[in-house]
């Protein structure tokens, strides 16, 4: 069994600005129907269990840490105006989704990787993103990353030859070198080699003679915790809550409504597994929203905050 689990918000902006480039205006959910493109294309290439994790709100507990995190700031209207609507979108595709209010999108990607990884009949973990952050939950080559657009699965190995350290010290690195796509400078004068250097030579930050970071041994304390992914988020218990069983009939509203009916041409040739006759209710947690069906023409349940920050390089493709 492959477990799945694919950053929806990068996807989204992914599908956002290629879209500007090739297609006319005109089209206010065409991101929406390219990343249910994507995952359809998953499930014809033969995925059965998909989780997507969505930021619903950009900031996260992480912005009352420090004040230059990341924030909505400076997102295009027209981008904005689909991070709801995907969310309903792969809701009444079928998908696990997980729409992040006080936790990341990438927290939540660590978290189900991490619970995922838990049970034996797992073979292997893809978290499809290129977010170096996510790096940390590799783990040899059972838990790996893969970045869509340049085709890359990186395993332990491969984490190591592309930063110099091995997963367990992403966040050090990170805290050391900054990471300017999530808002935090990182320590003057310490650029990658250095950073890979030091930590070969001591490991972790807390673990650093005291003379190496000097005054600055606190803020690099500080980056480490803000680039450490929690695992902790209670997305689920079973793995087969990730599996594909199908679209619900609000997809083909979905599909009209975003002017995508080729996906319901794609859906119609898949064969899921059927549903279960009674489905238990799910308690979402509160890192995470429940979502309704896509319906455009209704108002938002919540209302997405856009204040200082912006997103960052690694946000674009």
């Known amino acids: 069994m492959i477990i799945h689990l694919i950053d929806g918000t990068y996807e989204l902006f992914r599908h956002y600005f290629g879209l500007q480039r090739r297609a006319p205006k005109g089209t206010p959910f065409g991101a929406v129907a390219g990343v249910l493109g994507t995952v359809i294309q998953m499930l014809e290439e033969g995925a059965t269990h998909i989780g997507v ?39 009444a595709m079928g998908v696990a989704v997980w729409p992040m209010v006080e936790l990341e999108a990438d927290d939540a990607l660590a978290s189900a990787a991490y619970i995922a990884a838990q049970d034996p009949e797992v073979e292997k973990v893809c978290i499809w993103t290129p977010d170096k952050d996510l790096a940390q939950c590799v783990s040899g080559t059972r838990i790996v ?98 599996r594909w069983r199908g679209a619900t009939d609000a997809l083909a509203c979905a599909a009209e409504q975003m002017g995508a009916p080729s996906l319901m041409t794609r859906i119609a040739k898949l064969t899921p597994m059927p549903r279960p006759t009674t489905t238990p209710a799910t308690k979402l947690p509160p890192h995470v929203v429940p979502v309704i069906d896509f319906l455009p023409s209704q108002p938002r349940a919540k209302k997405r905050r856009t204040n200082k920050g912006r997103r960052g390089a690694d946000d674009q493709p």
Do not use: M
């Open 53 to 91: 994790a969505t930021d619903h709100i950009i900031e996260s507990f992480r912005n009352d840490l420090w004040p230059g995190y990341k924030t909505g700031q400076g997102i295009e209207q027209a981008l904005h105006a689909q991070f709801v609507p995907l969310e309903e979108a792969l809701v």
């Open 145 to 242: 990353q893969v970045d869509r657009k340049s085709g890359q699965i990186r395993d332990d190995a491969g984490v190591r030859a592309k930063f110099g350290v091995g997963p367990p010290h992403i966040a050090d690195y990170l805290a050391l070198v900054g990471d300017a796509a999530d808002g935090y400078p990182g320590i003057p004068k310490i650029g990658a080699k250095t950073a890979a250097r030091l930590i070969a030579r001591y490991g972790a930050i807390d673990q650093f003679p005291s003379h190496v970071l000097g005054d600055q041994v606190e803020r690099a304390l500080l980056f480490k915790k803000l680039a450490t992914l929690r695992t902790d988020a209670p997305l689920f218990t079973d793995v087969e809550a990730l």
